[in-house]
């Protein structure tokens, strides 16, 4: 599986709808699971992307996390929340930044093109 992603578009690239349901995944073995729930907001790439004042590395988009699925509270998040957050179960209610190759956009049924998303496995 492909780890650097920045270069690659995903459905959340083309997203026009504001505060869109997806589910946040994460890699576990040849699959993914999802961990949490949440919406994610159109990008608008005529603007630099920042959250809580920091800009949004390539392949990360700002996402808030909605509800975390019950044991997945102490998945450790790769870029800390904008109060020195952690971890996923520190952060219900907020906007953190998650990788798009891990986000999965519900009532979806095509990807656009060069999609490259592994397929997920909800467990």
């Given amino acids: ?6 270069g690659l578009r995903f459905l959340v690239d083309g997203m026009t709808a504001s505060l869109t349901s997806c589910e946040l995944h994460i890699p576990e073995g040849n699959v993914t699971i999802k961990v949490a729930t949440g919406v994610v907001s159109p990008i608008d790439p005529m603007k ?6 920091v800009i949004i590395p390539p392949g990360y988009v700002s996402v808030s996390v909605d509800r975390v699925v019950k044991g997945h509270e102490n998945v450790p998040l790769d870029i800390g929340g904008g109060d020195g957050e952690k971890t996923l179960g520190e952060v219900k209610k907020t906007f953190i930044c998650w990788k798009k190759w891990y986000i999965i956009i519900l009532g979806a049924s095509s990807l656009p093109p060069l999609q490259q998303q592994p397929s997920p496995r909800c467990g």
Avoid at 48 to 53: A, K, N, S, V, W
């Fill in 1 to 6: 599986m492909r780890q650097d992603n920045v």
């Fill in 48 to 53: 630099t992307l920042r959250i809580h004042t």
